[in-house]
């Protein structure tokens, strides 16, 4: 597993920091699992397919595809359910790859215009 981790982050081109950093733990602790030092636990197997859009069996056994397109059905549901034009579907993908610091500066913006519509 520890191979399809490091795998896995250099097929996203990102570090140690940055994987670690979307995860909640250190470089040194990503660091560690990639070289097999630290046990990863199943919280952070889910961690890391929950944020990544990994697939679980590739994580933990090696099969299938490294990623999932379980979230992408998500959406593709959302689209339809609610007829959704490319346009809200890039602006759900973009609030999806933000960070949490960075959504809770667009919910306080959005929260403003709405006050401001309501008045």
Known sequence: MQDRIRTLRK???ISQNEFGKKL???????SKLENGENSITEQMIKSICREFNVNYLWLTEGEGE???DFPE???DELKSEYKLDDLDMRIIRAYLSLDEAERDIFKKYFSQIQTDLEK
Request: cysteine-free; proline content about 0%; aromatic content about 6%.
């Open 73 to 75: 059905t998500i959406l």
């Open 66 to 68: 490294m990623f999932s």
């Open 24 to 30: 909640g733990v250190s470089n040194t602790a990503i």
């Open 11 to 13: 097929t996203l081109k």
